[in-house]
């Protein structure tokens, strides 16, 4: 028994979209995982660049775990 499955370009363009958007997804979290295991003030800085979080004030920190 012989059978040949063909697949249309469509199908192939929508499965490598969806697997280029799946790889983003994880770089990001393992980006934003490795950051936030960078202790003290770098680690501060880093976060602040990375995830957009402004300055709010002086002598204020937010560290991991932060919700607001």
Partial sequence: MNIKLKFSL???LENI???IGKFIEELSYCTRWIISLVPGYLGRKLRQYCWGIGKV???V???EGCWV
Avoid: E, F
Wanted: glycine share 8%.
């Fill in 61 to 63: 920190n937010i560290d």
């Fill in 10 to 12: 469509s199908w192939w």
């Fill in 17 to 19: 979209k969806w697997l």
């Fill in 57 to 59: 004030g002086k002598n």
